[in-house]
């Protein structure tokens, strides 16, 4: 038996379904279709009346799924793309992430962001969002980059009492499988070394993981032995497990899909340079997305979005420090 | 809380229900006056929203409402009919004062406030993005097996031209919700008149394009107010899905307490688009409902009482305190303190 990343994603919402009578899913043809990618197949038949098509008004379903969190549900939103949950921007940012804070109430709410580049989706329906929502206080944002993490990270977003924006990535929903799902996860909020090494220390999230891994076995052919911290939750940061693998190998490139600007890179950065200044032996990298909007084109998209090839070029540069 | 009865059953006459509604107009002008007045020597910081000229819409349709049953989310012109609602007078004060006992502990200020818990949500600023929300809690009741309970709220001329009301209508239709909303045609958003804010021939013609039932009424008129919202709350709760009730008035403030709005044309103000609803329904009770000029002074100065005993507690009320506040966001504290770990 194997399972994929997106089966993982559809198995999690079911038990959850199962688990809770207060969880319900509302998104765009996730009903009868199942989903744009079909994350939600059969649970409409499975679940009547607990997973329902919402019409094409992003802003209106967030504030759906924000009214009955704040009255005692759980609700799961499905955007049909990431890039789509700007139209709902407002309701996230200024309803559900202020709504505790602000009345004491709890709004206990997941986002599922189908997020990231995947060849020839173009410019509005590539994008990842996590540096935006974890931009705003009163969000948790998640980035799952194994099917274990994809099930049970969602498992643990449903029952946190906060809103969570789950950031799931398009490109490993049919490409990554495991074996089976594993007995138990790490919690939100800790990062994961998925490679020791001691020459350098990658941190990075979600797709950009198997991208970092495949750059870290290229290095290891040339004797170098590449750390890899997949990061897992963007917020909250856990900064404990960074810095402790900074100080083994003394070099950090952080690599992520999103665009360069005020991102998640820039924040690992930030707080290594700040508070671990004395670990580095060469100055902290960062290698993201370039700086301009996605391209549809497949030639274009690849030399867009980093890789394994330039993972390791940034690699040999850092380590040549 | 003063007048807490009144909020508890709806009483039995067309009479008794006029009576108990221009209490509750009468209450909130008072405290209005009285929030403005603080705000103008200096003693609150921040905006003051008024709902002058707008209290016998407000009133209404909260008096045709359930509290602990329905919903209500009003908007910032809404001091009426949030405590006909059930709002204690001391949120309105504790609010507008950053009292740390009010309900927004000083966190958020002014009309930005709610019991979520008890029906009432707490607005944000960005018009329209209530209405969903709204939604949302009918949802949750239904899937809860209470589904005649009734969602209503309230938002003016402006807020209509927003995306968010839009979807939010829309979907109320789809889902055919019992959702009531309210909208305060006041001529105005801020200094903006409704020829600049839509151009259709009446706002009420929008419910059609969504397929909700629409009501148009005169807001200066309070019993006319009574009269539509109890029906449309009543369609509402039967099964007949949004309702949409246009209320024409006119807003006799400025925007907000900063605000003299010099803009209004004088003529219109002349008009009887113009009235005061509040001294239309004194003149009312004393022609219609046999009031006497000294029960209505009596109403007076009790409404003088309650406002003036709610401003002094909020005033003696201790103030937010920033090395006590918990600076969390999160309702999951283990998450916050992960993440802030490394703050200095």
């Known amino acids: 038996m194997s399972i994929t990343y997106l089966e993982a994603i559809r198995e ?76 709902a921007f407002n309701q996230i940012i200024n309803q559900a992430a202020t709504h505790f804070w602000r009345t004491g109430v709890p709004c206990p709410l997941v986002v599922r962001l189908p997020s990231g580049g995947t060849a020839g989706s173009g410019p509005f329906h590539s994008q990842s969002m996590e540096a935006l929502y974890a931009h705003y206080p009163g969000l948790v944002v998640l980035t799952p980059a194994t099917v274990g993490d994809a099930y049970w990270m969602l498992l643990e977003a449903i029952k946190l009492d906060d809103p969570v924006i789950f950031c799931e990535h398009k490109f490993l929903y049919y490409h990554l499988k495991a074996d089976e799902l594993p007995p138990e996860s790490l919690p939100i909020g800790k990062a994961r070394i998925v490679r020791h090494g001691k020459h350098a220390s990658v941190v990075t999230y979600s797709a950009m993981l198997h991208e970092s891994l495949r750059a870290a076995d290229d290095l290891a052919k040339i ?13 909250p940061l856990d900064t404990d497990t960074i810095l402790a693998s900074v100080a083994r190998t003394g070099r950090l490139l952080v690599v992520g899909e999103a665009f360069p600007f005020g991102g998640v890179s820039a924040e690992v950065v930030a707080r290594v340079t700040a508070e671990g200044f004395h670990l580095l032996d ?36 850092l380590l040549g420090f | 809380m003063p007048h807490a009865s009144l909020a508890d059953a709806p009483p039995a006459t ?18 209005e006056d009285k929030i403005a007045a603080l705000y103008h020597s200096g003693k609150i910081v921040g905006g003051v929203y008024l709902g002058r000229g707008q209290e016998a819409f407000s009133a209404s349709l909260a008096l045709n409402l359930r509290p602990g049953h329905d919903i209500f989310a009003p908007l910032i012109r809404d001091q009426a009919g949030r405590m006909a609602f059930g709002e204690p007078i001391l949120d309105t004060a504790r609010t507008y004062l950053g009292s740390a006992l009010g309900p927004m502990r000083g966190r958020d200020g002014n009309i930005h406030r709610g019991r ?99 009501h148009t009424v005169d807001g200066t008129d309070l019993a006319a107010c009574l009269d539509t919202f109890q029906t449309a709350v009543h369609r509402a709760r039967t099964g007949h899905g949004p309702q949409l009730v246009v209320g024409n008035l006119l807003r006799l403030c400025g925007h907000g307490a900063h605000d003299d709005g010099a803009y209004v044309p004088a003529d219109l103000k002349a008009a009887p688009l113009g009235q005061d609803c509040l001294l239309l329904a004194r003149q009312r009770l004393l022609r219609d409902f046999d009031a006497s000029p000294t029960e209505l002074d009596l109403l007076d100065s009790q409404a003088a009482t309650s406002v003036q005993q709610a401003v002094a507690t909020a005033q003696r009320d201790p103030a937010p305190d920033p090395t006590l ?3 969390q966001p999160l309702a999951s504290r283990w998450l916050v303190e992960t993440a802030n770990s490394e703050s200095p």
């Open chain 1, 12 to 87: 999690a919402q079911r038990r959850a379904l199962q688990e809770n009578p207060e969880v319900f899913i509302y998104g765009q043809d996730i009903a009868h279709f199942g989903g744009a990618f079909k994350a939600t197949k059969h649970l409409a038949r499975d679940f009547p009346g607990r997973v329902l098509d919402s019409p094409i008004s992003e802003d209106a379903m967030m504030g759906l799924a924000i009214g009955a969190a704040i009255d005692g549900m759980r609700p799961i939103v499905e955007m049909q793309f990431a890039d789509f949950s700007s139209i």
């Open chain 1, 223 to 235: 004797g170098y032995e590449i750390e890899v911290v997949d990061l897992r939750s963007i917020k």
């Open chain 1, 282 to 317: 060469a100055p902290p990298q960062r290698l993201n997305a370039r700086d301009t909007p996605i391209p549809y084109h497949p030639n274009l998209w690849a030399a867009h979005r980093p890789t394994a090839s330039s993972i390791a070029t940034a690699l040999r540069g």
């Open chain 2, 14 to 31: 067309p009479a008794a229900r006029f009576r108990q509604a221009y209490r509750w107009m009468l209450l909130a002008r008072t405290l």
């Open chain 2, 116 to 214: 979520p818990d008890l029906g009432m949500p707490a607005m944000i600023s960005h018009l329209g993005a209530m209405l969903s929300v709204v939604c949302g809690m009918l949802k949750a009741r239904q899937f809860r097996g209470i589904p005649d309970a009734v969602g209503a709220s309230c938002i003016g001329d402006g807020g209509t031209s927003t995306g968010a009301f839009h979807e939010a209508l829309n979907l109320a239709a789809v889902e055919r919700l019992p959702l009531v909303v309210a909208v305060a045609n006041n001529q105005f958003a801020y200094s903006t008149p409704t020829d600049r804010q839509y151009a259709c021939r009446d706002l009420v013609d929008r419910a059609l394009g969504y397929g909700v039932q629409g």
């Open chain 2, 325 to 327: 506040e918990s600076w």
